[in-house]
């Protein structure tokens, strides 16, 4: 696991490399991710387990965090979310 900050994209903040981890594994880095980031900053988490496009997008259904892109090139799932208001949110919990 790898956490980076991204000068190379602008409207990324951090990036996670979680390939070669199966699930839940790179949900679970992702989650611990974005607890350490601001509200509005941007995570891209790359995997290699199919099973994390499926994850993700059930994730920030149940989540305040968006799902900005998710793309596919040569095995790498990329995954784009955008970390939402937690606290104070009405009717929101922690996720």
Known sequence: MTYTETASSPCV???LDARGLRCPMPLLRAKQALNQM???QVL???AT???SVRDFQSYVQLSPH???EQSEG???Y???IQKGATEGA???EPI
């Open 13 to 15: 903040d951090k990036h």
């Open 38 to 40: 601001q509200v509005g």
């Open 44 to 46: 891209q988490i790359e």
């Open 49 to 51: 387990d199919s099973g």
């Open 66 to 68: 968006t799902l900005l």
């Open 74 to 76: 040569q095995g790498v």
């Open 78 to 80: 990329c995954h784009i």
């Open 90 to 92: 009405i009717g929101q």
